[in-house]
């Protein structure tokens, strides 16, 4: 059934306390992501799972949910509303999140965490198209609502530390459990809007309909960069954690380690209107790479030259520009070359090159880990110096004229 053309006169009424409800939305959805990025690995090591089984498990779902999240957000476009698919999202996904008590066979884990992404990814993209639909109807502002979900993420790395120093990383099964009950509790909260007049960023149909209009040198070669570069960060989630135990660190500390990460990407958030937005695109995944070169090349370093935990906090604020410049500077390329009727397959498209790149080397990770330990960073080095070559070709054939520039802020003020 194609979507209305028109919002209803009951679509235009703006839902009680619509900010406040996304927000928490947002809020409860990212603790039991925050619990999972930086303390899975950690329970997987202890439950005597070998590196390449780590990186397995790990990277199996990225494979599997780049390529059903589309359509379970098309799905959600044609549903009488994405409120009730939001909510059957959670709840499949809070059930499913019990399979980590049985017993913790290779086969049983893995299982358990394909089926489990299928239905835990797609939480935030509904979410986030519950906010835009806010944005566009009743002035909303994205930033305000969407960085509850920054902190809560931030929050559940601290307190994931402290709760894993005192019961060690059997805690990090039930931790990720009770996030999904108070994510599923608040998802009843999911204010109810009908359908959308468009397609939602990741709409499969759109993305089928659309993307041979996008194939030019300069959108491809720059998706392909920025998802190179983002995809050498698949070492650090899979094997920091187990690094930073391995000499010692405390599970308080590898929280706060983690926490400082996310708050240096809000940080970048915070200036780069002020700063920043000034730049080219390409000028800004230039940056981005080579601040992600630099943190692979300290990482192997630090340890052995006695810089200690301070080291590593330098290394993590680095993520402000290997992280945060990059989620900005592809909405800015977008918002710059993409005209609005193909930004839903534009987003489709970089979703896809950053998930299956992540996927890709988080696979190969295992045996680099395996074989080089910390040294694996120096080949997360390579891999940020490939992207960079993806960057520099797209700087090459980019377009002399760009859409206006009420668009572009427009783009990156919603970003940031």
Do not use: C
Not at 178 to 200: D, H
Not at 359 to 382: H, I, K, P, Q
Request: net charge positive; charged share 10%.
């Amino acid at each position: 059934m194609p979507l209305p053309s028109t919002l209803s006169p009951d679509q235009l009424v703006k839902p009680r306390h619509f900010e406040l409800r996304i927000s928490l939305i947002f809020l409860a959805i990212f603790i039991p992501l925050g619990v999972h990025l930086p303390y899975f690995p950690l329970w997987l090591e202890s439950k005597g799972f070998a590196a390449e089984q780590i990186a397995l498990i790990l990277s199996a779902p990225m494979f599997l949910r780049v390529v059903t999240t589309p359509f379970i957000t098309a799905m959600a476009d044609r549903a009488k509303d994405r409120a009730n698919v939001l909510i059957l999202m959670v709840a499949a996904a809070l059930l499913l999140s019990a399979g980590y008590f049985l017993e913790p066979t290779y086969a049983v884990v893995l299982g358990v965490s394909l089926v489990l992404a299928v239905f835990w990814t797609p939480q935030t993209p509904l979410t986030d198209s519950l906010a835009l639909s806010g944005v566009r109807r009743f002035g909303s502002v994205y930033a305000r609502m969407r960085i509850w979900g920054s902190i809560s993420f931030l929050a559940a790395n601290l307190v994931g530390g402290a709760v894993l120093a005192v019961y060690s990383a059997n805690a990090v099964p039930v931790m990720i459990s009770v996030g999904l009950v108070g994510a599923l509790a608040a998802s009843f909260l999911a204010p109810r809007l009908g359908r959308p007049r468009r397609a939602s960023p990741l709409s499969a149909t759109e993305l089928q309909e659309e993307a041979p209009k996008l194939l030019n040198a300069y959108f491809l070669f720059f998706v392909i960069g920025a998802g190179v570069i983002i995809s050498s960060h698949g070492f650090l989630y899979s094997f920091v954690s187990i690094y930073w135990k391995s000499i010692q660190l405390s599970e308080t500390l590898v929280g706060l380690l983690w926490a400082w990460a996310v708050v240096a990407e809000v940080g970048m958030f915070m200036v780069f209107t002020r700063v920043f937005s000034h730049m080219r695109a390409p000028t800004l995944l230039l940056m981005a790479g080579l601040a992600a070169i630099l943190r692979w090349l300290m990482y192997p370093l630090i340890w052995p030259l006695g810089l200690g935990a301070f080291g590593f906090f330098v290394a993590q604020t680095l993520h402000a520009f290997s992280t945060g410049l990059i989620l900005i500077g592809v909405q800015k390329m977008i918002g710059e070359t993409v005209a609005e009727e193909r930004m839903g397959a534009a987003q489709g498209i970089a979703f896809f090159a950053n998930g299956f790149a992540m996927a890709s080397v988080t696979l190969f990770s295992g045996a680099l880990y395996d074989r080089l330990g910390v040294d694996g960073f120096f080949v997360m080095a390579g891999v940020a110096m490939l992207g960079l070559l993806f960057i520099g070709l797209a700087a090459r054939s980019a377009p002399k004229r760009l859409l206006g520039r009420r668009d572009e802020r427009a783009v990156v003020d919603e970003a940031g």
